[in-house]
């Protein structure tokens, strides 16, 4: 019997099992990533981001954020870790955060 084959976008194919067994991960994993804890130490980098957290009211949440976040004014009183496109790993650390949320493109520049 032949198994059917799957391509990718890249041209790869994969047989029927090896996705089968991707799937089956996913479903296993998926109970424990649903009742994972809240984070409750959020590091917001990108203005844009730091505006959407604060327009859903958690900004409690808060740890820090990037120099880019100006908006709102009390966000400016968060420690700030950085400049989003040369972020160091000890800045983002030093804070302890237990979530990033970033906008496209953060950190230092792909070589």
Known sequence: MKLPQISSARGSH?????????????????????????????????????????ALGEEDRLVARDTTSLYPEAATHLPDVGYIRALASEGVLSVQPTLIITEDGAGPPKR
Do not use: K
């Open 14 to 54: 994969w047989s029927a099992p090896l996705w089968l067994v991707g799937m089956a991960v996913i479903l296993v994993l998926a109970p424990r990533l649903l009742n994972a804890e809240p984070a409750d130490r959020i590091l917001s980098i990108g203005g844009s981001v730091t505006e959407i957290v604060y």
